[in-house]
Structures are given as structure tokens and as C-alpha cells.
């Protein structure tokens, strides 16, 4: 694809997206018609076409649609993600789409549950911060990288000791940027562990 022809996708793309956030479904479709001529594998285009085809009552041609997409479940992901603020109702659907595929995905439980807490739907949002594994996250966020740390820095001096420092900052660069992922990562981990702990 020449720059020319992904600049007029990106273009398409855009477009459609501004009218299907505004529930301008022909105009949308219109669109993204228009982007799969220019570029009939992009998947993004498959997976927003089926999404104006259900949306509008054609759930049998939007699966076509979805399956030419190839990646429907990570795309209705973002799709929820991108519509939490500015269309609550519909990105509710979407995120309840990708708990039926994947009920045990709880990062999506958690901004579910954060969605329906700023709507006031307690009740739901209970719902949501319950399911999730916040053990799972915890173990996975803090202590496995932890332990990783620990390994890197205890090698790092071990390697300062024999004399082979330009190794040893290597490894300390390492541990650096693993501080720095866990530092991102654990936050998100206890943010779930205290809305597990306040809504059970």
C-alpha cells in the first residue's frame, strides 16, 4: 500500500468513526464502504462495518464481518474503551460482549465496573468488581515482577564484585526499566484490589 493510499484509508477511517460516534449509520457505512474498496483487508474496516451492521438490526452480516476481521474480540475491546466516555450506554454493551467471550478478563471487569459505578448503577458495578481476581493480579503485577527485581539487582552487584561492571549496568538498566513497568502496573493491581475490597 502506497503512502498516498494509507493516508486515504487512515482518512476514511476517521470519518467513519466520527459518524458512526454520532449514530450516523449511513454515512458511516458510506464510509467504511469506501475504505474496504481502497483496502479490503484491513481489519479495522471489517470489524467497524460489522458493528453499524449490528447496530442496525443486521447481526447475520455483521458476523460475516466480524470473522473477515480476523481480531473482532481484541478490536471490541478498544471499541468499549473508546466509547466509555463518550457513549456509556453503548460501550456498556461492548464491554459485556467481551465478558461473555472471556468472563475472566479483569481489567475489562474492572473498567465495567468503574462504567457502571459512574452511571450509578451500583448494583452492577458490584457485579463487576466481585469477579475479579484480584490475587491473580496482585501476584502477577508485584510479586512475580518483584521477585524478578530482586534476581536482577542481587545479580547486578554479584557481577560489580567479579569486576565485570559494564555487565553489571546492563543489568542494572534492566532492573530499572522492570521497576518502572511494575511502578505502572501495581497501581492498577491495587486500584482492583481495593474496589474488589469496598464493593464485597
Avoid at 462495518?49 to 474480540?73: M, P
Avoid at 503485577?141 to 553489571?168: C, D, N, T, Y
Wanted: aromatic share 10%.
Amino acid at each position: 500500500m502506497t503512502r498516498a493510499s494509507m493516508e486515504t484509508v487512515g482518512n476514511l477511517l476517521e470519518k467513519a468513526l466520527f459518524h458512526y460516534e454520532r449514530k450516523e449509520y449511513a454515512d458511516a457505512e458510506k464510509a467504511v464502504d469506501a475504505l474496504l474498496a481502497a483496502a479490503p483487508d484491513f481489519h479495522r474496516g471489517w470489524f467497524l462495518k460489522g458493528v453499524i451492521l449490528e447496530e442496525t438490526g443486521r447481526a447475520d452480516q455483521a458476523e460475516e464481518c466480524y470473522i473477515k476481521s480476523s481480531n473482532a474480540h481484541t478490536l471490541m475491546i478498544r471499541l468499549a474503551l473508546q466509547l466509555q466516555e463518550k457513549d456509556p450506554e453503548r460501550s456498556r454493551i461492548y464491554f459485556d460482549r467481551v465478558l461473555e467471550i472471556d468472563p475472566g478478563n479483569n481489567f475489562m471487569l474492572y473498567q465495567r465496573g468503574l462504567l457502571c459505578e459512574s452511571r450509578g448503577e451500583h448494583q452492577e458495578a458490584a457485579k463487576s468488581f466481585r469477579r475479579i481476581s484480584a490475587m491473580r493480579e496482585i501476584m502477577s503485577k508485584i510479586f512475580i515482577p518483584g521477585g524478578f527485581l530482586i534476581f536482577l539487582l542481587s545479580g547486578s552487584v554479584a557481577m560489580f564484585q567479579r569486576g565485570e561492571r559494564a555487565l553489571s549496568w546492563i543489568v542494572l538498566a534492566s532492573a530499572l526499566f522492570c521497576l518502572i513497568w511494575m511502578r505502572r502496573d501495581s497501581g492498577l493491581a491495587i486500584k482492583m484490589w481495593l474496589k474488589k475490597r469496598q464493593f464485597s
